[in-house]
């Protein structure tokens, strides 16, 4: 095979461009990593892999292990092994539930993050900007995609509340995932070349619109709950898709519980911290301090109070998560954990 010919079908699987790796190896993209090993694919087949010794060493942090999305030098045999992971161009994690702080990757290598919720029961708007925030630190592009717009009696109003929500230019869809022409739209995400992840809550039809897109029923899908439209984590491991239309989609299992990493930086909320800026008291609490702008903008309905709560949860987690990653890396480096320096108790007036 030409190197034009390699590229040519590597581009099928996402590939930019980039080195081709040396004579003996091969390159191919994780599509799916299971108990027993990995699934590669080369942009013609699909082929299962083991990872090499050296990724399987205790104490090795978990983000240099292969993880879906990536392309990997493979060094064929029976079985073949996985012997070196190329630098991620994007990486979209969350932060592991539980008391250790511990990142966890969702996907690496991809171009945008196709935020999926339903417009039935499912639609909650604090949820999306949960995941916009984590994009913010991956690299990709979120894009907003409301599912069931065929099955929602309050579509346009959730919609128009959604657009008015979200910083401008936030590019939102609404789509019905079961209907190729009103999926269509998403084909300026999935050109050759283009990588793209779904996320969502269980039961907001990641499957259904993969499914769609790939033209055949490859995942399997599974009806939501009546009463609350919540799905039966259907989808058990994510997967990487190459479409007909060239580009390659990623769908992952309904996520639970999604933490913040602490390295956000909430641009989400620009103008929120805009406004606070703006208090008369550098470090105001935004309750009943006199001067307090936040509070102006709430009382004037310029500021919807939904928003500013979920900002708060949004940044206190976030402040926190920062902190114990902070503590890790300390760790990490042999040094003695250091207190974090308070802030002033009094309230100090702007200069
Ligand atoms: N009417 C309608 N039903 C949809 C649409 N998208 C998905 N569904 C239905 O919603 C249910 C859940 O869809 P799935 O595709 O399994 O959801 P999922 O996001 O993959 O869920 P998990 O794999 O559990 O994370 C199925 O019964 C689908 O038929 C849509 O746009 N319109
Ligand atoms: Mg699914
Ligand atoms: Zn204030």
């Not at 003996?24 to 599509?31: F, H, P, W």
């Not at 983000?63 to 012997?83: L, N, Y």
């Not at 008369?280 to 609490?285: K, Q, S, V």
Request: with cysteine; aromatic share 4%; hydrophobic share 35%.
């Amino acid at each position: 095979m030409t190197e034009h010919q390699i590229i040519e079908r590597l581009r099928r699987i996402g590939w930019r461009d980039g080195p081709l790796p040396a004579d003996g190896l091969r390159l191919a993209r994780v599509a799916a990593q299971h108990r027993a090993g990995y699934e590669l694919h080369d942009g013609e087949h699909s082929f299962g892999a083991q990872p090499a010794g050296h990724f399987l060493k205790r104490g090795l942090d978990p983000s240099e292990r292969p993880a879906v999305g990536d392309f990997v030098e493979v060094e064929p045999g029976q079985p073949p092994h996985i012997v070196r992971v190329l630098p991620r161009r994007t990486v979209l994690s969350r932060a592991a539930a539980g008391e250790r702080y511990e990142r966890q990757l969702i996907a690496a290598n991809i171009d945008y993050v196709l935020v999926l919720t339903g417009l039935d029961g499912d639609f909650n708007p604090a949820r999306i900007e949960r995941y916009l925030s984590l994009t913010e630190d991956s690299g990709a592009q979120p894009v907003v995609l409301l599912s069931k717009l065929d099955a929602s009696a309050d579509a346009i109003g959730r919609i128009d509340a959604l657009r008015e929500r979200l910083p401008e230019g936030t590019p939102i869809h609404a789509i019905n995932g079961k209907d190729p022409a009103s999926v269509a739209v998403l084909a300026q995400y999935l050109q050759p070349g283009d990588s793209a992840v779904l996320v969502g809550s269980s039961g907001a039809g990641k499957s259904t619109l993969t499914n769609t897109l790939l033209g055949i029923d490859k995942m399997a899908t599974g009806a939501v709950r009546a009463h609350d439209s919540r799905g039966r984590h259907t989808t058990t491991h994510r997967a990487l898709l190459p479409l007909p239309s060239g580009g390659c989609l990623i769908d992952t299992p309904g996520m639970r519980e999604l933490k913040l990493t602490g390295e956000e930086n909430l641009d989400l909320f620009a103008d929120i911290e805009e406004l606070a800026e703006s208090c008369r008291f550098a470090d105001c609490g935004h309750g009943s301090e006199p001067g307090c702008a936040v509070q102006a903008a709430l009382d004037s309905g310029e500021l919807a109070p939904e928003r500013w709560r979920n900002y708060l949860k949004l940044r206190d987690e976030r402040e926190e998560q920062a902190a114990t990653l902070e503590a890790r890396l300390r760790r990490q480096r042999g040094g003695r954990p250091v207190e974090r320096p308070h802030s002033p108790r009094g309230k100090r007036e702007r200069d």
